[in-house]
């Protein structure tokens, strides 16, 4: 995905013009996998909830009325439990990047801290499922599996912080909070680095003052990454054959 070079201060002056999401009009960069899911998202909503996840793929052999598991139990669970430790191995490379890449405590300056891990885990997962939006109902369900795997996480996470009590609203805050970073780095992807640069600032760093440098750091590191996708096969991408490059 091509992308000019960001300047630390106009980036900084369009992230500060950049007005909350609301559609996207147009995009000023050439048409990519990354960008026809984007547009699929803002056509039709994309993302399910997890209790509305269908296991059924245009290319698994397996019929839309779920008999197959009835008739192929065997078959049907080994393809199944091979769609839930693919989700899961993509999900822990997404949730695990603040640790593997020290750069992004360093250089971009993210605190370490339970928001901080949730909004940059929430960051990758949008990287690697916009890709995913351009390979049909496969794409779908892989999706899906990462994005289930992120709330049992999530649950998980937030007991071992000592969270005992209403965490069911904890939990739906934070599904809020995950489709409204979707939407806005969505916009931001198909508007230009302005407008992403808002989005990041207001998802991963919240309200708490920022240089441009560290901003621009940010946003060069997810062009980079979205571009490769864009240039990943969709075989490597559903096998979660695919890592983040550091």
Same mark, same amino acid.
């Given at each position: 995905?091509?992308?000019?070079?960001?300047?630390?201060?106009? @980036?900084?002056? !369009?992230?500060?013009?950049?007005?909350?999401?609301? +559609?996207?009009?147009?995009?000023?960069?050439?048409?990519?996998?990354?960008?026809?899911?984007?547009?699929?998202?803002?056509?039709?909503?994309? $993302?399910?909830?997890?209790? *509305?996840?269908s296991s059924n793929s245009e290319n698994s052999g397996f019929s839309s009325?779920?008999?197959?598991?009835? $008739? +192929?139990?065997?078959?049907?669970?080994? #393809?199944?439990?091979?769609?839930?430790?693919?989700?899961?191995?993509?999900?822990?490379?997404?949730?695990?990047?603040?640790?593997?890449?020290? %750069?992004?405590?360093?250089?971009?300056?993210? !605190?370490?801290?339970?928001?901080?891990?949730?909004? @940059?885990?929430?960051?990758?997962? %949008?990287?690697?499922?916009?890709?995913?939006?351009? !390979?049909?109902?496969?794409?779908?369900?892989? *999706?899906?599996?990462?994005?289930?795997?992120?709330? @049992?996480?999530? !649950?998980?996470?937030?007991?071992?912080?000592?969270?005992? $009590?209403?965490?069911?609203?904890?939990?739906?805050?934070?599904?809020?909070?995950?489709?409204?970073?979707? &939407?806005? /780095?969505?916009?931001?992807?198909?508007?230009?680095?302005?407008?992403?640069?808002?989005?990041? #600032?207001? *998802?991963? /760093?919240?309200?708490?003052?920022?240089?441009?440098?560290? &901003?621009? +750091?940010?946003?060069?590191?997810?062009?980079?990454?979205?571009?490769?996708?864009?240039?990943?096969?969709?075989?490597? @991408? &559903?096998?979660?054959?695919?890592?983040?490059?550091?």
């Amino acid at each position: 995905m091509a992308s000019r070079k960001l300047s630390c201060g106009t @980036l900084l002056v !369009e992230a500060l013009a950049a007005r909350p999401p609301r +559609s996207v009009i147009s995009s000023v960069y050439r048409v990519t996998p990354c960008m026809q899911g984007v547009n699929k998202y803002l056509q039709k909503t994309f $993302f399910t909830s997890p209790q *509305n996840y269908s296991s059924n793929s245009e290319n698994s052999g397996f019929s839309s009325d779920g008999l197959s598991k009835y $008739f +192929s139990p065997v078959k049907y669970m080994k #393809w199944r439990m091979g769609k839930i430790d693919t989700g899961r191995n993509v999900y822990e490379m997404c949730s695990t990047q603040y640790d593997k890449q020290p %750069w992004l405590s360093q250089d971009a300056k993210l !605190e370490s801290n339970f928001q901080a891990w949730f909004s @940059l885990t929430v960051l990758h997962i %949008w990287m690697y499922g916009v890709r995913l939006r351009a !390979e049909g109902q496969s794409g779908k369900e892989m *999706n899906q599996e990462i994005v289930d795997h992120l709330w @049992l996480d999530v !649950e998980i996470q937030l007991a071992k912080a000592g969270v005992r $009590f209403k965490i069911d609203s904890t939990v739906q805050g934070l599904l809020s909070g995950y489709y409204g970073q979707i &939407l806005a /780095y969505d916009e931001g992807l198909a508007r230009g680095d302005g407008v992403l640069a808002a989005a990041i #600032w207001r *998802n991963v /760093y919240g309200p708490r003052p920022i240089n441009a440098s560290q &901003l621009a +750091s940010l946003v060069s590191y997810v062009r980079q990454q979205l571009s490769t996708l864009d240039h990943t096969p969709a075989s490597d @991408l &559903l096998s979660g054959k695919f890592s983040f490059q550091i």
